[in-house]
């Protein structure tokens, strides 16, 4: 039975994420799967594989392929991996981001989930605060394990941009 590690992948995102998921999917003997989820797409129809058909709700989006992944991001995806002896693919979802990283995860009964941790910034700070981590989704609202790949960590002696000051 194959075995599969979901990454959730975005444009822009640090290489960090996918290169540490795809060290686990080759410890595991796992396939890497790229997840990409669109806030700004939906749902149209899904598919037995986990693949699905979206349209986007602004019709000037991003330019996707035909299975709905950037196609920025599947050829940034492709040379980062390049040499990497992991098997990989891709998926594109549309919604609600930690739902639909647990959907994928489900139908295909992945091992795991790696996602990134937020930029530092004060921006994601607030965000973060006002629409929650998809980590923390993920974390409380599906049963396989959720691995967090830290981006920018600070120092415990240094305060969060989203905690309250003492």
């Not at 994420?17 to 990409?36: D, M, N, P, S």
């Not at 594989?49 to 995806?77: C, K, Q, W, Y």
């Amino acid at each position: 039975m194959k075995s599969y590690v979901i990454v959730g992948v975005m444009p822009g995102q640090p290489d960090t994420v996918v290169l540490e998921a795809a060290v686990i999917a080759g410890r595991f003997q796992a396939e890497l799967v790229c997840a990409t989820v669109d806030v700004g797409r939906y749902l149209v129809d899904e598919f037995a594989d986990g693949s699905i058909m979206s349209l986007p709700i602004d019709p000037d989006s991003l330019d996707v392929d035909d299975e709905g992944f950037p196609m920025a991001l599947r050829t940034h995806l492709t040379t980062l991996l390049e040499g990497h002896s992991v098997a990989w693919s891709t998926r594109a979802a549309a919604g609600d981001p930690a739902r639909a990283l647990s959907h994928i995860a489900d139908t295909l009964d992945a091992i795991m989930i790696v996602v990134g941790t937020r930029d530092r910034g004060v921006r994601a700070g607030l965000q973060e605060f006002f629409g929650g981590s998809v980590a923390v989704h993920l974390a409380h609202h599906q049963h396989r394990p959720v691995l967090i790949i830290p981006l920018a960590p600070v120092d415990f002696r240094e305060e969060l941009p989203w905690e309250p000051r003492e």
